[in-house]
């Protein structure tokens, strides 16, 4: 039964209630608003919860869906229509775990306009899930646009010195890409006569060399989004200047938008383009993940070395999308969620130690192990993680991606998961680096000597991404139950494509 | 339900998790409870607890003497994607239960010896509070091993390979702001745990390949593959396999990845025993074993693995005659036996080849422990010194380590000097001890296949002798070199009781596999395939005399006229520049940092800072794309919009003004006026109506 | 009594042209606008009297109709008109139309 009430459209417009609500409350109590904004992002994240009991992980199709016309474009349908399915709900739990966990990581450190500043956020989450659940391709668009608002202003006004430039450049270069796809998007609602994107996939019968300009226009803007080597320029800028929540999110789900929306439209909308050009992906994934490796190594700002890492795991997941097999897509699921946690709890750390010494230049530190061996010991599990050891979160998803596409039929060659191994070592280098460069060698800093150790506040900010981490690492079952019929399903329709190309 | 009956059912394999539950639950219960327990709880939990695994695995033993096929211990579903299905589960066969005795037994010893050592060195660095850290980590060693050794499957060996990796990378950084400048022991940390990943990066492919070509990465599965499919699929297999000797020379510490052995050393001498020494570093030579069936299949590579394995032997060997840090002699020495082993399953002696692993394990435990044990008196020495009021180093840093301040310390330290004898004696093969049965079955199987490798492995077994001969000569007989090294005291029984009993091991280790006897070649023939090698006792003979040649001229060159104080090496006027190539370990370090290191940071340094900065970031983006578009949006304003955008809508502007110029005359303000035109217009209307529609 | 409608149209003719002219001749604001009343009040003398002419049809009631409106609008608009004119008298202190010229042009 379709009911507008289903729990989807809770999950994505909940956050909203928390901003009426801070609206109403004075700008002088900045406690009151904080709470407010945590509690009901930890109530979004309950509601997502309820979702996920009620969602059937041995059912490959989209579940709970809502489906509402609303209203016309030309004569064309836009629907006000939001599914979840084995693609989308991982991505689902991790924004709403991540918004709650976020807005705490900056309880002390946002001081000035916390009441736009929770409001901002919350209007973030709206525009985050709304992203993942929705099947319309103008809803999709809409939601897609309106995350860029308030990340604009989190950078622009809670920034780094150079915040204006960030947020513009940050604002413009994805507008870039969001142009091209949104006149896809027309295109294919006026030609199809309809923006639904489950029925335009049953329609395919999109012809092939229609289908790459497509492909094209659609990666573009995902590409800037995700963001794949050459088009990272703006991640650093935005990375530094944004504010530590600003990036645990940016990092962690924004990014992510770029990687879904190549699983959720660009492959199976045109899946003869995309098996067309994975080799192509395949490349500047690979690249992605060397640059973005060696690029990291030769940071001295912690945050940015961080930022780059982003290219280099992202090119792992873009290397495993375009696999277009099982295993790489699964991998490329989960990596997506591995590196939500993991980059998201090193930007957590590199903020909290930008809190106490307002220095991100890693020559400032070391040592700190001395000083701060509960920091420490948490900073060395997500490290790990983030570098792929095996038993953490990051090996499971790495190894499935090169596992799948090592073998990968449509990537066509094994040479590209044989380099992206390499950027394991490379991995090791820059992350084992900037661990030395903080924690390790003497303490002989006279301002590091009297470093605090982490509040309970901060030690439960970090402690569920760390409890996923390993959960992840040692039992990934559940996680891949959810994703696998879907996936499968995918993958089942992908190659009959395939064959057609081949 | 009798004990004898469990033994006939093989219900005891079912215990075997808890080989790795045991050191899991110590290192949790000491690390939550570690700073209220005080150390000598956490001491003795973290040991019972690798005690507990040693009993375990005794009990696997017995199971498997009745059930010697062994089995597979499933625990839970792991990764399951489509056709790839990799399960926790244990192997409990022959070899992997080999390697359990082994490493649980030298483990349980070695954490004994480290809560002595352990309780001394903290106090001498200077941060007590460490002591649960290291027996945290130690306990994380133990149960990644046991992981390792226990895998059933590819990838949950690869867990422990990067466990025990990461391991090593946490103890030889203990001491993290100690070391050259402060940073030493971290770097060498790092560069253990990157070296380790290179080779770690080659098993990673082999997994690829073998996954590849066989769809599963369960043992079982691959194997019986290799034995039914393995002749039409030599390319791969041998392709497998290098990748795994890839893997195997960092583990293990081969030519071209040993380099990082020797800078392991600046972990804590417990750490130098298990880990680098007794257990870890062997993983390499037990992976290969385990893997056979392959590299039966694949001649090339396992050539490759005996000539990687018997180079290694011998230019390891050469570095240690160089050394004058007591650990760094024992690490080459280390090295070069690992070489032995590699060379021992290259060749398809995968029973000798373990058979020195495991004897291998008990003596150079006990020598690296003694020498902790030494290291230790010089410290008390040293520090003993420092509390009377004398300036022993002279303003310099004092360096325990380093041979040259030792001599004489066989009257101060009796047990200490007896068991390194003992284990001196052994790793250069004399007879009766264990080292002198394992290296011998080796040298005989390495002669029976290939006189190349025959060849470097007897030479470099000659050095062996040489440089233990020198060791004992400089560190136990003469004068004490130093004022530390005079008041050094021997060490409490803690330390001293586990040393005697590897003492015993490395004593009577030989008996695992006596010639005619066999044990070790029946035990593992349930797993392996075997073939007995026959005594050969001109080999035999011809070692020994060569192991008691290369003893004389150490006792030529040290021991006939001892070293005296600050003076040079003798050896160095004898050989000149080899002596400076063998100190300087052949500047394969340099050798890599200028081919590999540097460029590397070089390259990083450029794409990041000229490529992706200064090019793509500043240049391109902000120069070419924004400033591209600010000039142009500006020659849009000035030339474009002003002129003729502007000049038109200004022109409109200007006619209306010209235009309303005139017309403002009849706007007089006076209501008057407005009506009269009013009337005027009316009438205008009403004429047109009344005249004009006729 | 039964007038012709012809002398009644041309008494509202003639009252018409006064009101035009006491518009255009004369200064004094209330003059100017007792002349409009004039006008307006000639236009409904009309209408009454076409209303009157075509009396037994239904459409005559249409003229009265009217009529009556163009009462109410002159009401309200005597309202307005004198308001202004006090407005006006309050600024310029006269009520002298050819004061009151800064609409010019």
């Known amino acids: 039964m379709i009911s507008f009430t289903s729990i989807l459209t809770w999950v994505t417009f909940f956050p909203l209630l928390g901003v009426l609500v801070i609206l109403f409350i004075p700008r002088d109590r900045p406690n009151a608003i904080r709470w407010t904004a945590l509690i009901a992002s930890t109530a979004t994240f309950m509601i997502s919860l309820v979702m996920l009991s009620q969602f059937d992980g041995a059912d490959p199709g989209l579940q709970l869906a809502v489906r509402r016309p609303w209203f016309q474009l030309a004569g064309v349908e836009i629907e006000y229509s939001l599914g979840v399915d084995g693609l989308s709900i991982l991505l689902i739990l991790l924004t709403t775990l991540l918004t709650p966990i976020s807005i705490l990581s900056t309880w002390t450190a946002v001081e000035e306009r916390v009441k736009e500043f929770m409001a901002f956020f919350l209007l973030l989450e709206v525009g985050m899930v709304g992203v993942f659940v929705a099947l319309d391709l103008f809803l999709f668009y809409i939601f897609w646009e309106f995350t860029l608002v308030p990340m604009y202003f989190l950078i622009g006004i809670w920034g780094g010195p150079r915040r204006t430039y960030a947020a513009i450049k940050f604002f413009l270069y994805t507008m870039a890409g969001s142009i091209l796809m949104l006149l896809a998007i027309l295109w294919l609602g006026l030609r199809f006569e309809t923006f639904s994107v489950p029925d335009l996939i049953a329609q395919g019968n999109i012809p092939a060399d229609i289908q790459t300009w497509l492909f094209l226009a659609f990666a573009a803007a995902f590409a800037i989004k995700v963001p794949m080597w050459p088009l990272h320029s703006w991640l650093p800028d935005a990375h530094v200047e944004a504010p530590t929540a600003g990036s645990v999110i940016l990092a962690g789900v924004l990014l992510k938008m770029g990687t879904y929306g190549f699983l959720r439209f660009n492959i199976p909308l045109f899946p003869e383009a995309a098996a067309r050009y994975a080799p192509w992906m395949a490349v500047l994934a690979v690249i992605g993940i060397l640059y973005g490796a060696a690029v990291s190594y030769a940071q001295r700002d912690v945050k940015k070395l961080v930022a780059y890492s982003s290219v280099s795991h992202l090119g792992f997941v873009v290397l495993g999308l375009f696999a277009l097999n099982s295993q790489g897509i699964q991998g490329g699921i989960l990596q997506m969620v591995n590196h939500g946690l993991s980059t998201g709890a090193l930007f957590i750390i590199v903020g909290m130690i930008y809190e106490r010494r307002h220095t991100r230049e890693m020559d400032d530190f070391g040592g700190l192990w001395r000083v701060m061996p509960v920091y420490a010991a948490l900073t060395l599990v997500v490290t790990l993680s983030s570098m792929g050891l095996p038993g953490l979160n990051g090996f499971v998803g790495e190894f499935t991606i090169l596992l799948g596409s090592f073998g990968s039929e449509a990537i066509g060659s094994s040479w590209f998961a044989g380099l992206a191994a390499a950027g394991v070592i490379l991995a090791a280098i820059y992350l084992l680096f900037m661990f030395q460069k903080l924690f390790l060698g003497p303490l002989d800093k006279e301002e590091n000597k009297t470093l605090k150790d982490l509040n309970w506040r901060e030690v439960v900010t970090l402690v569920p991404l760390i409890l996923l981490i390993f959960w992840i690492g040692l039992y990934p079952r559940p996680f891949f139950n959810l994703i696998a019929p879907a996936v499968d399903k995918l993958v089942a329709t992908l190659q009959a494509a395939a064959f057609v190309v081949h | 339900m009798s004990f004898s009956e469990v033994l006939q059912g093989g219900s005891l394999f079912a215990y075997a998790p808890l080989i790795i539950a045991f050191p899991l639950l110590g290192l949790l219960i000491n690390m939550i409870f570690g700073r209220r327990l005080g150390e000598r709880a956490v001491g003795i939990i973290a040991s019972s607890a690798v005690g507990l695994s040693f009993v375990i695995a005794i009990l696997q033993f017995f199971a498997l003497s009745t059930h010697p096929e062994g089995t597979s211990v499933p625990i839970a579903d792991w990764i399951t994607i489509g056709q790839l299905a990799v399960p926790w589960s244990l192997k409990v066969d022959t070899l992997s239960v080999t390697m359990m005795l082994m490493v649980t037994g030298v483990s349980a010893l070695i954490h004994v010896y480290a809560i002595g050592y352990m309780h001394e060195d903290v106090r001498f660095q200077g941060d007590p509070g460490r002591f649960t850290r290291f027996f945290v980590f130690f306990n994380l060693f133990v149960a990644t091993m046991m992981v390792l050794v226990t895998a059933d499957n590819f990838l949950m060996m690869f867990v422990g390979w990067e466990g025990v990796g990461l391991c090593s990378y946490l103890l030889i950084g203990f001491w993290f702001e100690k070391g050259e400048d402060g940073i030493g022991n971290a770097i060498a940390g790092k560069k253990a745990f990157i070296t380790n990943r290179i080779g770690d990066f080659g098993f990673l492919i082999a997994m690829f390949l073998i996954f590849g070509a066989v769809g599963s990465l369960q043992f079982a599965d691959v194997f019986h593959w290799a034995h039914e499919h393995g002749l039409e699929n030599v390319d791969v297999i041998t392709a497998i396999t290098l990748f795994l000797l890839l893997g195997a020379t960092g583990k293990s510490a081969q030519i071209p990845l040993f380099v990082w052995l020797p800078d392991a050393m600046a972990g804590p001498t417990p750490v130098s025993a298990l880990i680098h020494a007794a257990t870890m570093v062997t993983a390499g030579i037990y992976m290969i074993a385990r893997n056979q069936a392959l590299y039966d299949v694949a001649g090339l590579s396992s050539n490759l693995v005996a000539l990687i394995g018997a180079a290694t032997a011998l230019f390891a060997a050469t570095i240690a005659v160089g050394q004058f840090d007591i650990k760094r002699v024992l690490a080459y020495s280390t090295i070069s036996q690992l070489g032995f082993m590699l060379a021992a399953v290259g060749v398809g002696a995968q029973v000798a080849g373990m058979f020195h692993l495991v004897t291998h394990a008990f003596f150079k435990a006990l020598l690296f422990l003694s020498a902790g044990s030494v290291i230790q008196g010089i410290e008390h020495g040293h520090h003993h010194l420092e509390h009377v009021g004398a300036n022993p180093g002279g303003g310099e840093a004092f360096d325990p380590n380093d041979m040259r301040n030792m001599g004489g310390l066989r009257s101060k330290m009796k047990i200490t000097f007896w068991v390194y004898l003992i284990g001196a004696l052994a790793l250069s093969g004399i007879f009766p001890l264990a080292g002198f049965w394992s290296k011998d079955e080796i040298l005989a199987d390495a002669n029976h296949e290939s006189i190349v490798i025959f060849l470097l492995l007897t030479v470099a077994a000659f050095f062996t002798a040489f440089y233990m001969g020198r060791q004992i000569l400089m560190v136990f007989f003469g004068q004490p070199r130093s004022e530390a090294a005079k008041h050094a005291p021997e060490n409490p029984p803690v330390m001293t009781v586990p040393l005697i009993l590897l003492a015993v091991g490395a004593i009577l280790g030989g008996v695992l596999n006596l010639p005619g006897m066999h044990t070790l070649t029946d035990w593992l023939e349930h797993t392996l395939h075997v073939h007995v090698t026959e005594f050969n006792p001109v080999v035999a003979g011809l070692s020994t005399l060569l192991a008691l040649l290369a003893i004389g001229i150490a006792w030529f060159v040290y021991g006939r006229q001892p070293m005296g104080k600050g003076s040079p090496d003798p050896l160095r006027r004898m050989l000149g520049p080899i002596f400076v190539g063998m100190e300087n370990k052949w500047w394969v370090d340099e050798l890599y940092q200028f081919l590999i290191v540097r460029p590397y940071i070089a390259l990083a340094d450029v794409l990041a800072d000229v490529i992706d900065w200064r090019f793509w970031h500043d240049w391109f983006h902000d120069t070419v794309l924004a400033r591209t578009f600010r000039e142009g949006t500006r020659w849009l304003n000035d030339a474009f919009d002003l002129r003729v955008i502007d000049g038109i809508a200004n022109g409109l502007g200007n006619l209306t003004q010209a235009i309303s110029g005139r017309m403002r005359f009849l706007q007089t303000g006076y209501v008057r006026n407005y009506a009269l035109s009013f009337l005027v217009g009316v009438l205008l209307v009403l004429s047109y109506f009344i005249f004009g529609s006729s | ?105």
């Open chain 3, 1 to 105: 009594m039964n007038i012709a409608t012809d002398y009644i149209l041309a008494l509202s003719g003639v009252l018409f042209v006064i009101g035009v002219l006491g518009v255009l001749v004369r200064r004094n604001a209330i003059v100017i606008f007792m002349s409009i009343e004039l006008m307006l009040n000639s236009a409904n003398l009309a209408l009454i009297a076409f209303a009157r002419a075509m009396a037994p049809a239904a459409e005559a009631l249409r003229g009265h109709v009217l009529v009556f409106f163009v009462i109410a609008v002159a009401a309200a608009e005597v309202a307005v008109g004198l308001a202004l004119i006090v407005a006006i008298f309050r600024t310029k202190h006269s009520i002298d139309v050819d004061q009151v010229s800064s609409l010019q042009g």
